[in-house]
């Protein structure tokens, strides 16, 4: 029996049948309209002249496959960008697209399910399935993530034969010049780097200028086009600013008074900000022959920067500092940053003080965390701090020594036989460090000096953190821990066959630990190769992140572990702060109960900035150094094989520790095979061998500071010249592989 329909005295109106439309979960079309009100017959010719109307009345609008939705409604699937997380949690999102230029574009609620590998972070773009919620908002569930925005373009701007304007891409990845619109061009002068939209699609792309950075001869320019590469937020808005030039220093009042003891801050010659100072002596407890009683004050950032405030939003979008050669882009503003949470000497400052006391051996017996209210006896560099443990003492860490260094170094060897007798891994990577003329340009590029006053500093470091998440730990408090997972088996597998390839043995243990690196690493000491091995060791390690989950931290062979003492530059140390203050009861700007729940969602937003800022440092670095070497093309240098690809040869250089390529079409002439197991390219016929590890000299073909990239030819396997070769390691020499590569 046929379903009974209306008549045409029980049709809806306009407005019901658009707020069916609107509170349906999914698109829909007449189809979908007729059924829900039972509409047959002559009803449907009916409904489709109303439904007509309603989109020439500009309510409604038309889709694919003959679907319709209320008017300014979003599709239901589409690409967001992540705009923020805000106080709740929620990550936030907004179209990509907006075409209502006067309204502001609706808000998009990212649903936020665990999965796998990196969680998307601020600027991330989403392809993502809607569903309207009203009020001009939406749920949203991914489908696929995309990465970062990549609408904007940075090159220079140069000008072509005819004298029209072209963009050349910052982007290595970016092969072909875009041409610039004309009348589009932003008053751009040839050599400039600019910021570019671009407009059109596929053969016919050209681009439009939106904002000048500066010139490339200027080095000020190199740090700011990596920082516009990244999406690095400069701008702090004008409320945090507010916010923090009202803020005034803390008073002693209910904290305890800490200013008799000589805590000492020591950093780096080029620091600006200090936020922890430190302080040991002879523990006097006769139980504890040989211990120490030890000090690390930190800053007392969550007094100023309240849960959910001003600053702390801004705060919590960038998530960390982000350290340049030539600048900072900070997570507070400069009047907290350099002023009220900066540890200066002789001036009082709030703080937030781990007091410990560890044996003779290095482990913590015990610790208590207190509100102060200090004042720094000195600022020290690592040099200084150095040279007088090497009887070097100037006027300043002359009257010091006996008082505050030479303890410092008695608790740091303590603290150093935990570490060793833990079985860390330790390795020392080295960095580079760009050294300015007086004029501000690049005058070299330097491995930068490791001390034992830099693991000083560190072990103390490591000890407030232990302490901290003990603390944490024992009262059942949220704790943002520091997450260092153990190698992948995919990652474990790979670094076996490369070590392998070098003449080294990775153990087949059934649980790994750090100690079997450490075994590997005292191997290579004894060789020419201990860098490559540590480099290898490194590219296999898990990513460390935030997390509130408890999964211990690999590298340094410690259940639980939270970073503490870096609250002015690293948004989880404030939030280990706020959780200290409201468990032990020190005052106000604690933690509060909803931020806790929050906890998940900030983890993995926070370690995705982390990351976006260290590749920023990197791409910064690169560009500082391919500026510094582009007047040396031609030059040789010496290095090693670093990598080994099928397209060609990575080479890190011993000057200045840059890394470069060395592409296969630059390789004598030949096939060759590319090894991925013993990390190599042979020649079939000429037997030439390049591999990992390898010590070779280079020529420095090509240093492009526009995308930091260096190129080169290797003078080995030239001409007669046989340096590198060898006899084919493949166990089947003479069989050509798919990977070959023939080139003349």
Not at 9 to 30: A, C, F, N, W
Not at 339 to 346: A, E, F, H, Q, Y
Not at 533 to 561: C, M, N, T, W
């Amino acid at each position: 029996m046929p379903r009974r329909t209306t008549t045409s005295q029980e049709r809806p109106t306009k407005e019901q049948i658009l707020d069916y439309i609107e509170t349906s979960t999914g698109r829909v079309g007449k189809r979908e309209i007729a059924r829900a009100f039972r509409l047959g017959g002559p009803d449907r010719i009916w409904l489709k002249s109303v439904l007509k109307e309603l989109e020439q009345e500009g309510q409604l609008e038309r889709h694919r496959g003959r679907k319709v939705s209320r008017a300014g409604r979003l599709p239901e699937v589409t690409v967001i960008r992540i705009s923020y997380i805000d106080e709740d949690g929620e990550v936030v999102a907004h179209p990509i697209s907006w075409q209502d230029e006067d309204g502001d574009p609706p808000t998009i609620y990212l649903a936020t399910a665990r999965r796998r590998g990196p969680a998307p972070g601020i600027g991330d773009r989403v392809l993502a399935r809607l569903s309207f919620t009203g009020d001009d908002t939406y749920d949203a569930r991914a489908i696929k993530f995309l990465g970062p925005d990549m609408r904007q373009l940075l090159g220079v701007f140069e000008r072509d034969d005819r004298g029209k304007g072209i963009l050349r891409p910052a982007d290595r990845r970016q092969k072909y010049p875009y041409p610039v619109m004309p009348g589009h061009e932003g008053g751009a002068q040839p050599g400039e780097y600019v910021v570019a939209e671009p407009l059109g699609s596929g053969r016919n792309q050209k681009a439009r200028v939106i904002e000048l950075i500066g010139n490339v001869d200027d080095p000020k320019s190199i740090s700011l086009v990596a920082i516009h590469t990244h999406g690095l937020p400069v701008e702090f808005p004008p409320e945090a600013l507010a916010q923090a030039e009202r803020a005034e220093p803390a008073e002693l009042d209910e904290r305890e008074d800490l200013r008799s003891i000589p805590l000492v801050t020591i950093d780096g010659a080029d620091a600006r900000d200090f936020d922890d100072a430190v302080f040991a002596e002879p523990d006097l407890d006769g139980q504890n022959e040989g211990g120490w009683r030890i000090i690390v004050a930190i800053a007392d950032v969550a007094w100023y920067v309240r849960h959910n405030d001003d600053l702390d939003r801004a705060a919590r979008e960038r998530g960390n500092s982000a350290y340049f050669p030539d600048r900072v882009v900070p997570m507070l503003p400069e009047k907290l940053s350099n002023d009220l949470c900066s540890l200066r000497p002789g001036e009082d400052r709030a703080c937030l003080a781990a007091d410990m006391r560890i044996n003779a051996t290095g482990n913590l017996l015990s610790h208590r965390f207190t509100r102060g209210l200090m004042r720094s006896a000195a600022r020290l560099t690592y040099d200084q701090v150095q040279a007088a443990r090497d009887s070097a003492t100037d006027d300043k860490t002359r009257p010091l020594m006996a008082r505050v260094i030479e303890p410092l170094f008695g608790a740091y060897a303590s603290l150093a036989k935990a570490r060793d007798n833990r079985g860390t891994l330790d390795l020392d990577i080295p960095e580079r460090q760009v050294l300015f003329r007086e004029d501000g340009w690049i005058d070299r590029i330097v491995p930068r000096a490791r001390y034992d006053s830099h693991r000083l500093i560190e072990e103390f470091m490591i000890a407030a953190n232990v302490a901290a998440a003990e603390a944490l730990h024992a009262k059942k408090a949220p704790v943002m821990y520091r997450v260092h997972e153990q190698p992948s088996m995919g990652d474990v597998e790979t670094l076996r066959e490369s070590l392998a390839a070098l003449g080294f043995k990775l153990a087949r243990a059934g649980t790994l630990r750090p100690s079997h690196f450490a075994g590997l690493l005292a191997q290579a000491a004894k060789t020419e190769k201990l860098q490559i091995v540590s480099d290898l060791i490194l590219r296999a390690q898990s990513k460390a992140v935030y997390s509130p989950d408890e999964k211990g931290h690999f590298g340094l062979a410690l259940r639980r572990y939270c970073h503490f003492t870096s609250p002015i530059r690293r948004y989880a140390d404030l939030l280990v702060h706020r959780a200290l203050i409201r468990t032990m009861k020190l005052g106000d700007g604690g933690l509060p109960n909803e931020a806790e729940e929050t906890f998940v969602e900030v983890g993995e937003q926070i370690s995705a900035t982390e990351r976006r800022a260290a590749a920023a440092e990197r791409n910064a670095l690169d560009r500082f150094t391919s500026a510094y070497l582009a007047d040396r093309v031609g030059s040789t240098f010496s290095g090693r094989i670093s990598g080994v690809t099928r397209f060609g040869l990575f080479i890190c250089l011993d000057e200045t520790g840059a890394d470069g390529f060395v592409p296969i079409r630059t390789l004598p002439w030949d096939h060759y095979h590319h090894d991925e197991t013993l990390q190599s390219l042979t020649g079939d016929q000429s037997g030439l061998v390049f591999s990992l590890g390898q010590s070779v000299k280079a020529e420095l073909l090509e240093a492009e500071p526009r995308t930091g990239s260096l190129i080169f030819s290797l003078l080995e396997g030239r001409g007669n010249s046989r340096s590198v070769a060898s006899k084919p390691t493949s166990r089947h020499p003479g069989k050509r592989s798919k990977r070959r590569r023939r080139h003349g």
